[in-house]
């Protein structure tokens, strides 16, 4: 192993051997997404790779805490760090300290902003205004003739809404579809399904098309779609984002109208990365996890059977 | 005797809490250099004028005129910047800080580096010196005094204060006759030093001593203002009651001296009951309709002892037998259980409870006794209010007020009902007549008597040693924390056999607690306990 | 109560410090819980080196201060409101409404005093408003402070959803310059920031408010008894508005100390820290119920939260769902423990 | 008395002194509101397929039944002088029990399947609340800290169940508990209302409503008078996390899924101002459990309002405090006596504060 010329963890890890210290500076229970990513990462690192993997969940997805967790990486000294940031912004000073203490950053899923690349080795990701974007186009392809539409959103001021809103709008273009409403929906099936209730009763069922920002408000829209007495992909076609196992079923059961896959499992890209950044390899900057879309029943079927999250 | 103006002149005060009018139209002034007593009974409205006057309550019609100006107060802080210092009838302290603190709290001494805290110890000490309280130690919590002390810190915080009025409600209900005493001296001092005081006190020897004026209420009324020496004693209770007092004139008559014979089987019979840091072991019997006293000086230990037997507090040693069969008493539940009663000294805090109506607090100990899950039907319960608000004389009458709204000589009556509704077999009163008017004194009292006529043991507990010595067949003499004695009623017991007992055990070596007592047969009480620890 | 007949025989030999905290905890068995959490502190620091290392090294240690200057404000914070036994949720949503308003009025060319006043005053003024809907109104503090939690939430949404950026610039970075005292080894630096010095001049002159000025000791008689308290003359009116106004005042500071440091301020931060901030004042001794407590032993509650934290993260090893179980079992094991000492002592 | 009951303005003050007056009076308002955006709001029609009642109305019962639940519970709590924070994340608790439980077993049609699951939630729930119990009752911890606790641990416990998974699963029998109807009013309003009609019953019937306001006004005087406030705190804290878990099935069971970090989440806020709506005072005694429903309903009717008027989520939480302030102020005593001209005493005497105190230090 290369970089780390003081070994971190000097206790953690000298029973076994060589291991590098990987500090994990991650997000922790949120949804299904963030579960079977975070799981693969660990899946990854194991020891028998030659990893000790320390993981760092934050508390309540606090940026708070996910800096302080970085910090104690730091002062630890591991050999690299991979960064799940609940935020892009705020994070200049954690990075510069972990550049003057030269351990690598890797960047995952979520970028920073400013987006200074000398401060991290790359960023690994599935790219939300990509997905958001393609959603807004399907969107805009299946209502040539426009249409009433909601969005149901994660909670107000969080990035990964922000990006998949300004994602949305763009794939939409001149679309003329009508936006009625967008309300929070906190990520939950269960508000999902109440909220939708309630917009539905507001717009007099006017409503052809539902955008929901994760997988589990979408399954709660589909719920609240059924009960109002109407049919998803006839009267109301639901997009969601994520690609959970759920949500490939729901699309399978014509539940859903399409989803779009936000591709969580790059631990062996991370692997990789890693090694190169410890062997002082060259990477690119940014290296896109490519996401699939599922727009139909049969598609969805198709995909079924190895799901893995 | 003073032609120039009052300090204070109240004049057509009412206040109405709703459903009472605690004070309708009431008069009142107090010079300076005169201690003036504010008489009446149980709810009469003293201790509301009081807060009229310091701007506790605000008053619905009437004037205060303080010092010659038109005043009206908006609190405590307010009437003290006028210079109007009060101890309310509710020791007014928090225990959460030091005794100097509480002394000084508002008052500290400031320097430049914010309060100083060594001169306002010091300056603390200086104001409880004046009632003989030197030996205190400031720093220490309120907390670790009883109720009786708090009420002298409570009393030394108001003469800290340099005021030109000073008002003392019911300071001397929880204290021993020696400090009174101080108390008095102190107050006299004030007085010629042309401080105008107020005092309410339930004790006509009291008033009788200190004060040089009075004015007397009745059911919110004003009654007249008086000279003290002008008035005797009977015409200043028919005042009061507004009737002439054949009744109370009986008062006394009733003591008990029927002695029960030994061998009758006892009621209660403890053995070596004890609890380390509080009671020694002590040995106690008490027969079926028997009145045994505990009398000794303040914190001798009588409360502590009756809390064991009541299983308010554990004991670590020693067992109790309950009509001949040992009882593990380990929680006022158990003994309530076993027909043991036990009315706090502590009213406020162990007493009452606030918020709930008179009829609810009377029945609370029964309906606990039968357990939740079966309440006591809305017409025994109609039953059990009525009667025992009659039988005490409890006012107003109306059992669906709370119970925070009654006077609290009031309240101690409705406590009173609630531990005889449960009908027990062993009744511990720990100074139920304290801060209670004479009428509601004698009805107390009789009630006593009345009980043990029809059978039930009473254990009486009472600062005031001739109230003992009237009411009980046998007392038991407490000094700290230890039963030193018994003394059988008779005759030529008085107060100051008592009070024998108590100084001839001090003379004694501390070695031999065993000693005989004067006055009466005393037992040896430590004898099992020393067995035991063999 | 047996433990004031012991404390004089000790007095004289009061020599060590022990004897000395023995006397202390003795005469005042108050202050036991606060002198629990001190030690508690040292052994987890003890414990960290012994197991994971690196713990005692100048870089560890500041950034546990550096990373915690705003819980020690907030923590400091509702010291004043629990020790009259209120309570004050709101000081999470005050940072997020004082910290977006503070950084858009900066981005929108406001002199940064000026900036830094509407930082503040605003939080006093959250304060001022919860001060006096309990006072006044007699609604209870937790509603009250409630009511002000979802109302700067609510406005600090309002104001922006998305993350607003301090200019590189601005002069409020300042607060969170990292100064090296001792420059040593790589990042093992002895470091303070500005913002460092700030907390610890909020700690010394809230001690100081506490124990030597007459509002302190109102603030410990209100929560002894309110009553009591006003029948002995003392302003409780303005005293229990005053320490919610300190308290949100408190929390403005807390955003200025926060922002400056992060550059960044979003409407969504601060969730949750009002609970961080209530268990460190109980970590360090004060009782929820108000009347004891100490600032200093707020203090040592928020430094033992931060230090819990690092020693999780140098574990390294606890799943994700555990890590809430965790924090709940470490409290209980906390307020038990203070439990079982104070019981025996008294 | 009685002839001051004759008059009308009498009556009228009577019933503006009921604890849940103004919370009645908001949840009109608010309905008032959202009739002026759609004058058809209030309309109730029958679904022609099945015969339920559709309207909003019917989706405000639905929405209040779980927090009617947890806000009963929480009632009892209050009474006694304490809190429960641990109501939110007991709901989590439930349903991860229900969800993977039901997962398990797999058949979606078995109604003893369902029984089960529920049987053994409200067990876990139950539980869990006892913990809560002995640690306020036996332990003698602050209720605050001692539920904050499991506030904190029980998601972790939730998610320790589902394996970090958001799981979901199908029963029929389950799913009619919140989605059923009966003669067209939805099934899960009718199980609040009468869960709510028995634990009324059974307080005040019994005695203990009146011992546990008792505790929760002078705990010391009330074990002098012989109750003994232990049980009884651990039975409010055991039917506080019960009903917890049947708020949590009741939440649940609407999308048959149960989401660790948002199911129940900070929903004890919501049923901790039900409770204060309803006119209930956290610092314990006299409750009201008609005041609790009452303000149940009025959480969910703001919440529904929110929606429905289209506020934007970001000004969601402002909107909420201003209904909360406004209907505080609305209770409190100094707006009170603008209608009832009644000045007095310049600030209330409470002697039980101190009683409490001394129990704390203790
Ligand atoms: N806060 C209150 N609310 C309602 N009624 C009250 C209140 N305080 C006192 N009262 C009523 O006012 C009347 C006068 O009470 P007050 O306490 O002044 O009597 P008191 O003369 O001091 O009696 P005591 O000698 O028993 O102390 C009583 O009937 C009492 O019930
Ligand atoms: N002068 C004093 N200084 C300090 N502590 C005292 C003093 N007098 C009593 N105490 C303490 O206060 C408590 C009160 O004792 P206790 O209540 O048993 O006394 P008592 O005989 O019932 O007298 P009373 O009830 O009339 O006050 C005891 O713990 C005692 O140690
Ligand atoms: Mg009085
Ligand atoms: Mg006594």
């Known amino acids: 192993s290369g970089g780390g010329d003081d070994k971190g963890g000097s206790d953690a890890g000298s029973g076994s051997g060589d291991l590098i210290t990987v500090g994990f500076v991650a997000v922790g229970p949120e949804g299904g997404w963030r579960q079977a990513n975070e799981k693969n990462i660990q899946d990854t690192f194991t020891e028998d790779a030659g990893y000790d993997l320390k993981y760092a969940p934050a508390a309540n997805l606090d940026q708070k805490s996910q800096i302080d967790n970085f910090t104690s990486f730091v002062d630890e000294g591991v050999d690299v760090i991979l960064l799940s940031a609940t935020e892009a912004t705020g994070w200049e000073d954690s990075l510069k300290r972990a550049q003057e203490a030269e351990i690598p950053v890797i960047l995952l899923d979520r970028g920073i902003e400013p987006d200074d690349t000398s401060l991290y080795v790359t960023r690994i990701a599935p790219d939300n205004v990509e997905v958001a974007k393609e959603v807004g186009t399907w969107a805009a392809a299946e209502f040539p003739d426009g249409g009433n539409y909601i969005v149901l959103e994660g909670p107000a001021g969080v990035g990964v809404v922000n990006e998949r809103n300004k994602g949305f709008e763009e794939g939409l273009g001149d679309s003329s579809l009508v936006k009625v409403a967008a309300q929070t929906a906190n990520w939950s099936t269960e508000e999902g399904k109440s909220v939708t209730e309630t917009l539905l009763k507001s717009n007099n069922n006017d409503i052809q098309f539902i955008f929901a920002q994760n997988d589990e408000m979408g399954l709660g829209a589909s719920q609240a779609v059924e009960e109002a007495g109407l049919t998803v992909g006839t009267d109301v076609k639901i997009a969601t984002i994520d690609g959970t196992k759920n949500a490939i079923q729901a699309l399978a059961d014509g539940k859903l109208s399409y989803v779009h896959e936000y591709n969580p499992l790059f631990g062996e890209t991370a692997l990789d990365v890693v090694k190169k950044a410890l062997d002082g390899d060259k990477v690119d900057s940014y290296i896109v996890v490519p996401s699939k879309a599922f727009d139909s029943a049969e598609a969805a079927k198709a995909a079924l059977p190895d799901r893995k999250y | ?534 | 109560m047996t433990v004031l007949t012991e404390a004089p025989a000790r007095t004289d030999a009061a020599t060590g410090v022990m004897t000395r905290i023995r006397r202390l905890v003795s005469t005042n068995p108050s202050t036991l819980p606060t002198v629990a959490a001190v030690a508690i502190l040292i052994a987890m620091v003890v414990y960290g080196e012994i197991a994971y290392g690196r713990i005692v090294q100048a870089n560890t240690l500041s950034n546990l201060l550096i990373n915690n200057t705003h819980l020690i404000v907030l923590a400091v914070a509702l010291t004043f409101v629990i020790l009259t036994g209120g309570i004050d949720l709101s000081v999470g949503s005050i940072i997020a409404f004082s910290s977006v308003a503070g950084v858009m009025l900066s981005n929108a060319g406001w002199h940064p005093l000026a900036v830094l006043v509407v930082m503040i005053g605003s939080g006093s003024l959250f304060g001022l408003v919860s001060g006096i809907l309990i006072r006044y109104f007699n609604v209870q503090p937790f509603i009250a402070t409630l009511a002000m939690m979802f109302l700067g939430r609510g406005l600090a949404s309002l104001l922006s959803t998305v993350p607003e950026r301090l200019g590189e610039d601005s002069p409020l970075r300042w607060i969170g310059t990292q100064i090296k005292v001792v420059d040593g080894p790589k990042v093992n630096d002895l470091v303070i920031t500005p913002a460092v010095i700030v907390a610890l001049l909020v700690v010394v002159v809230a001690f100081f408010v506490l124990h030597r000025t007459r509002t302190g000791r109102t603030v410990y008689a209100i929560g002894g008894s309110e009553n009591s308290a006003a029948l002995m003359g003392l302003s409780v009116p303005r005293t229990k508005v005053l320490v919610y106004v300190i308290s949100g005042t408190l929390a403005g500071i807390a955003a200025v100390l926060y922002t400056g440091r992060l550059g960044t301020a979003q409407n969504i931060t601060g969730i949750g820290w009002e609970l961080d901030a209530i268990a460190a004042a109980v970590i360090g001794g004060t009782v929820l119920t108000g009347a004891y407590g100490y600032v200093l032993g707020s203090v040592v509650g928020a430094l033992v939260l931060g230090l819990m934290n690092v020693l999780i993260t140098r574990d390294g090893k606890i799943p994700p769902e555990m890590t809430t179980i965790i924090t709940g079992a470490i409290l209980l094991v906390f307020v038990l423990l203070q439990r079982a000492v104070t019981r025996k002592k008294e | 008395m009685s002839a001051a009951a004759s008059r009308p303005t009498a009556w009228l003050r009577e019933v503006i002194r009921k604890p849940w007056f103004w919370g009645i009076v908001a949840l009109v308002a608010l309905l008032a509101l959202n009739v002026l955006k759609d004058p058809t709001y209030l309309a109730i029609s029958v679904n022609p397929n099945n015969g339920n009642l559709v309207g909003n109305l019917i989706d405000i019962l639905k929405a209040a039944a779980p927090v009617m639940m947890i806000a009963l519970g929480m009632s009892l709590v209050i009474a006694t002088a304490g809190i429960d924070l641990s109501v939110g994340s007991l709901m989590a608790v439930g349903g991860a029990v229900s969800m993977e439980f039901l997962k398990a077993a797999g058949d979606s049609t078995s109604v003893g399947v369902a029984l089960a699951a529920i049987g053994l939630t409200l067990l876990i729930t139950g539980v869990l609340g006892a913990v809560n119990g002995i640690l306020v009752a036996y332990v003698g911890l602050q209720p605050f800290i001692a539920t904050l606790v499991l506030m904190l641990a029980g998601r972790g416990i939730a998610k320790v169940i589902t394996g970090g998974q958001n799981t979901a699963a199908s029963s029929d029998p389950y799913r009619w508990i919140a989605n059923g109807y009966v003669v067209g009013i939805p099934v899960v309003f009718l199980f609040a209302v009468l869960i709510v009609l028995v634990v009324a019953a059974v307080v005040r019937r019994s005695a203990l409503g009146l011992m546990i306001e008792a505790i929760g006004i002078n705990p010391k005087a009330s074990r002098m008078a012989g109750i003994k406030p232990r049980g009884l705190l651990l039975t409010t804290y055991i039917l506080s996390g019960l009903l917890a878990g049947v708020a949590g099935i009741m939440s649940v069971g609407t999308v048959m899924t149960v989401d660790i970090s948002r199911t129940g989440y900070q929903l004890e806020l919501d049923a901790i101002l039900a409770v204060v709506i309803g006119g209930a005072s956290l610092a314990g005694g006299k409750f009201s459990l008609s005041g609790a429903f009452v303000g149940a309903l009025l959480i969910a009717t703001l919440d529904k309002t929110v929606v429905f008027l289209g506020i934007s989520s970001s000004a969601t939480p402002a909107f909420k405090a201003i209904v909360i302030v406004v209907l505080c102020l609305l209770q409190s005593d100094r707006v009170r006596g603008w209608f009832t001209r009644r000045p007095k005493a310049v600030f209330p005497t409470a002697p039980r504060v101190e009683a409490r105190k001394e129990e704390v230090t203790a």
């Open chain 2, 1 to 534: 005797m003073n032609e120039e103006l009052p300090i204070v002149q109240m004049r057509g005060i009412s206040i109405e809490f709703p459903g009472v009018k605690a004070l309708d139209g009431v008069d009142f002034r107090l010079f300076q250099g005169e201690v003036h007593a504010l008489m009446g009974e149980n709810g009469a409205g003293k201790s509301t004028l009081i807060k009229a006057l310091t701007g506790v309550y605000g008053i619905d019609s009437g004037s205060i005129v303080v010092a010659g100006q038109e005043r009206s107060f908006r609190g405590t802080s307010d009437a003290q910047a006028a210079g109007i210092s009060t101890v309310y009838q509710e020791v007014n302290l928090v225990t959460n800080l030091s005794i100097g603190e509480n002394v000084m709290l508002g008052h500290e001494v400031r320097g430049p580096f914010g309060i100083n805290w060594r001169a306002t110890h010091r300056a603390a000490t200086e104001a409880l010196t004046r009632l003989g309280l030197e030996d205190l130690d400031t720093h220490q919590p309120l907390s670790s005094l009883s109720i009786a002390m708090q009420q002298l810190v409570a009393i030394s915080r108001a003469m800290a204060i340099k005021a030109k009025v000073l008002i003392l409600d019911e300071p001397t209900s929880s204290l021993d006759a020696a400090e009174v005493d101080g108390l008095f001296r102190v107050m006299r001092t004030l007085r010629d030093q042309g401080v105008a005081i107020l005092f309410v006190s339930h004790f006509l020897d009291q008033i009788y001593a200190i004060s040089d004026r009075l004015t007397v209420l009745r059911n919110g009324q004003y009654v007249g203002e008086y000279l003290t020496r002008e008035l005797d004693r009977h015409a200043l209770i028919s005042k009061m009651i507004g009737k002439d007092l054949d009744a109370l004139s009986a008062l006394g008559g009733n003591r008990r001296t029927d002695a029960r014979t030994a061998d009758e089987a006892p009621v209660v019979s403890a053995r070596g009951l004890g609890r380390r840091g509080s009671v020694q072991p002590t040995d106690l019997d008490i027969r079926r309709g028997e009145v045994v006293g505990f009398a000794g000086l303040l914190g001798s230990g009588r409360t502590e002892l009756a809390r064991l037997l009541y299983g308010a507090d554990r004991a670590d040693e020693g067992t109790v037998e309950l009509n001949g069969v040992v009882g593990d008493i380990k929680s006022p539940a158990d003994a309530l259980a076993k027909r043991i009663a036990f009315s706090t000294e502590n009213r406020r805090d162990e007493g009452i409870i606030a918020d709930l109506t008179v009829r609810e607090n009377m029945i609370l100990a029964l309906q606990a006794e039968r357990g939740w899950a079966r309440p006591i039907p809305k017409k025994e319960q109609d039953e059990i209010v009525d009667r025992y608000i009659a039988e005490l004389n409890v006012r107003p009458a109306d059992p669906n007020r709370p119970i925070k709204n009654l006077s609290g000589g009031n309240q101690q009556k409705v406590l009173l009902g609630r531990w005889l509704a449960t009908e027990p077999e062993l009744l511990i009163l720990d100074e139920p007549t304290r801060g209670i008017d004479v009428g509601a004194k004698a009805d107390i009292q009789e009630a006593v008597a009345q009980l043990a006529e029809e059978g039930m043991s009473v254990v009486f507990i009472s600062s005031e040693l001739e109230e003992v010595v009237r009411l009980s067949e046998r007392i038991v003499v407490l000094k700290d924390h230890q039963k030193i004695g018994e003394i059988q009623n008779g005759p030529d017991v008085t107060a100051q056999s008592v009070v024998d007992v108590i100084a001839a055990h001090g003379v004694e070596s501390a070695a031999d607690s065993l000693d005989e007592a004067p006055g009466g047969e005393a037992q040896p009480v430590d004898a099992d306990a020393e067995e035991e620890t063999r």
